[in-house]
Structures are given as structure tokens and as C-alpha cells.
């Protein structure tokens, strides 16, 4: 049993060798023939590409590895397939996979899918099916225009809309759309058909219609709109009362109604009207009059350059405006102010102080006589000379020794 084992083993190294060997004489034979010899697989085809190369592939209808074996497909096309079958990727499938809609039926005719939706279901059914909707029979509406639709007894209903005649189901209509829909001596108002006369005024009569417009007119000696209202009022100014002299077309009106505006005084000057505002007020009397403020006092502001205005008081107590320079000015409020060298210490150099705006020396005026002064961080630093003492910064005087007794 071990000696066939061995001599197994010892044939089949020999035909590894043998392949080995054979494989680059294949190769080369394959090189310089192409596709003489044929060395596709079964069922296979060859074609030489550039420069003699065989190149293998699968016939339509095949598949597998065209260098060891092609298999033939169960279909090329549809007709290799029973009717209820569809041909997909070589192989006859059903058709109605995946094809139909949520709730729809499925039914494979001629290798096609045919979607339905059940009975009592409605909708698209490549998409989704859904129960029926009494309501859905009015949309779209089996009416007419102007009309409304409603389910009665699962039946669907037409009737003409509020205000609307005619027959629903070919369209209502209103009583009329236009004047020529009524008689001559008629109009029509909000769809109805309403006498044209109405159209005249308080005290006025109705002259003639035409082409339905009323024709009215004033009586005699009555004055106004004859579309609106007839009366007498006046026939000129002489007519008017003091308070409205102005007698425009039969009214008398008071000239300075509306001419000023809010809070202005109208005076009349003959019938021109006057408008002012009053005296503890400001502002343009043709728009607007309103009491006045201390801040009227500085608007426009009549101080000078760099300079704000304040309200203030003079000697007597009256208002008038009071003119400063600005924070780190000086000069005359009144026409100009320059800003000055500085605004606070830390603009000086240590020996000088910000006083006044400008930068000077601290020491001045600020120690004693006869005392030496030392600017230092913007302050005076007073001293009494040696050999005084005191107060630096009232007065030094001379050191006074006294002799000392001596005890024996």
C-alpha cells in the first residue's frame, strides 16, 4: 500500500514537470499562431487583437470563463421564454417583481407586467392603490361652473351655487353679468338686475335712463350733486354765515378748513385764510405747531467752533442759551475753541502736570519761599534747603541750636 502511495506521488511530480515545461512552449505557440488551435475555452470565441493576440470571449447568450468553458443562457430574448416569463440576463424571470405598486395586482401578458388595483381599490397602480372614496367622485366634478358637488346616497349631486340660476350640470350663472343681461330702463348691480334710477340722489328726480345710466337732476331752485343730494344753501358769499363766508357751488365752507396744520392758528384775512402758529409755540404752521422746548434754545446751536450749547439762565432769570468749549478746549465759546496741549497727566511728561489743558511745570506757585521744588510723577515735591526746617509748603526758617548744660 506504501509503495503505491509512493509511486503516485512520484507520477504526478512528473506531470507537474511536464506541464511546467509545456506552458511557455503553449504560450509561444499561441504568440505566433493567434487563434490557430484554437486556445479558448469550450464554446468560446477568438478574436486576434493587435499584433496576432488572441483574445477570447462568450458568444451572446453564454456566459461563464471564455479560456475554460462558456455555458449557453436559458434565453437570448423574450420568445425563448413562456408568455408569462420575461428574458432578463439570460434567464427567464418573472416580470411582475418589483414592477407594481403598493396594494396593486400583478398579471405577466406577452413577458410584460400588467398592473391593476384590486376592486373597490383606485389609483396609480405602478405606484400605490388605495381604497375608494365616495368623495372621490366629485373630483373632478361632474358639475357645471359656479356649481357644487356632493355625495348624496353615495350618488354624486349638482346644485348651483348661492346666488347663481341656470342648470348645474351644464353651468349656472348670476341673474346678470352685465347692463345688457337687463332692460334698458334696468342696471345690473352685484349680479342683479336693479332699476337705473336708484342711481340718483336725495331730492333729485330721475330726467330720462340711458344705456342703463340714470340721468338726474336738481329741481329748480335747489342747488348740489344730483347723485347725491339736492338743497338749497347759498347762491354766493353773501349768503354765508360769518363763520363759513365762502359760498362754494351752493355750500358755504369755511376757507381754513384744512388749509394750516396741527395746532396752528387760521385767521381770515377776507376770505384768505392766515396760518401762524401760536405764541408758546414753534414749527411750520402749514404741517405741525408744537410748544416750545429749552432745546429750541441751542437749535441751530449759536455758539462757535467746537463749542456745545446748553439751556441756561442770564443775570434776570430768563432762558437764554449758554455756549461752552468742549471737553480739552479753550478759547472763546462764542466763536472758536482749540483743543488744547492736553486732557489728563498721562498726555505730559513726568516733570510736567496737565493744568488748564496745557502741560507746565507743577512746581509753580506750590512751595513755600525759600523752598526747592522737585517735579516728580506730574506733582510738586517741596523741600526746606539745609540747615532750615518748617512747613515746605508754608515757610522755611533758620535751624535755632541751643548750648547744652553740662552736669558735673
Keep these: 500500500m506504501m509503495e503505491q502511495r509512493q509511486r503516485g506521488l512520484l507520477g ?7 506541464i511546467a515545461v509545456a506552458l511557455p512552449q503553449l504560450a509561444i505557440a499561441a504568440q505566433s499562431y493567434g487563434c490557430s488551435g484554437n486556445p479558448c475555452g469550450v464554446n468560446a470565441v477568438c478574436q486576434e487583437a493587435a499584433g496576432g493576440r488572441p483574445v477570447c470571449s462568450c458568444p451572446p447568450g453564454y456566459s461563464g470563463n471564455p479560456l475554460t468553458h462558456c455555458n449557453r443562457g436559458e434565453c437570448l430574448d423574450n420568445v425563448d421564454c413562456r408568455g408569462d416569463l420575461q428574458c432578463k440576463d439570460n434567464r427567464c424571470v418573472n416580470p411582475c417583481v418589483g414592477a407594481c405598486g403598493i396594494g396593486s395586482n400583478c398579471d405577466a401578458r406577452n413577458h410584460v407586467a400588467v398592473c391593476s388595483c384590486p376592486a373597490g381599490y383606485n389609483g396609480d397602480p405602478y405606484h400605490a392603490c388605495h381604497l375608494n372614496d365616495p368623495e372621490e367622485q366629485c373630483h373632478p366634478s361632474p358639475c357645471g361652473v359656479n356649481t357644487k358637488c356632493e355625495i348624496i346616497n353615495g350618488v354624486p349631486t349638482c346644485s348651483c351655487h ?31 338686475c336693479v332699476p337705473s334710477c336708484g342711481q340718483c340722489g336725495s331730492g333729485a328726480s330721475c330726467k330720462t335712463v340711458a344705456n342703463h345710466r340714470a340721468v338726474c337732476e336738481c329741481p329748480k331752485g335747489y342747488i348740489g350733486s344730483a347723485y347725491t343730494e339736492c338743497r338749497p344753501e347759498c347762491y354766493g358769499d353773501v349768503d354765508c354765515p360769518a363763520g363759513r363766508p365762502a359760498c362754494f357751488y351752493g355750500i358755504c365752507k369755511n376757507t381754513c378748513e384744512g388749509a394750516c396744520g396741527v395746532g396752528a392758528d387760521c385767521n381770515l384775512r377776507g376770505l384768505t385764510p392766515v396760518c401762524s402758529c401760536p405764541r408758546d409755540m414753534t414749527g411750520d404752521p402749514f404741517v405741525r405747531c408744537r410748544p416750545f422746548t429749552k432745546e429750541d434754545l441751542c437749535d441751530p446751536n449759536p455758539c462757535g467752533t467746537n463749542a456745545i450749547c446748553v439751556p441756561g439762565h442770564d443775570n434776570t432769570g430768563r432762558e437764554r442759551p449758554v ?86
Design 323 to 408: 455756549c461752552n468749549c468742549l471737553p480739552g478746549h479753550t478759547g472763546n465759546p462764542l466763536t472758536h475753541c482749540t483743543r488744547g496741549e492736553c486732557l489728563s497727566n498721562n498726555e505730559c511728561p513726568d516733570h510736567r502736570a496737565c493744568i488748564n489743558y496745557q502741560c507746565i511745570d507743577p512746581c509753580i506757585g506750590k512751595c513755600a519761599t525759600g523752598a526747592s521744588c522737585e517735579p516728580k510723577a506730574h506733582l510738586a515735591v517741596c523741600r526746606c534747603p539745609p540747615g532750615q526746617s518748617g512747613d515746605a509748603l508754608v515757610s522755611c526758617r533758620q535751624t535755632r541750636t541751643f548750648p547744652v548744660a553740662k552736669y558735673h
Design 12 to 18: 504526478l511530480t512528473f506531470m507537474v514537470l511536464a
Design 162 to 192: 348661492h346666488g347663481y340660476l341656470g342648470n348645474p350640470l351644464s353651468g349656472c350663472r348670476h341673474e346678470c353679468e352685465h347692463d345688457g343681461d337687463c332692460s334698458s330702463r334696468d342696471m345690473c348691480s352685484n349680479f342683479k
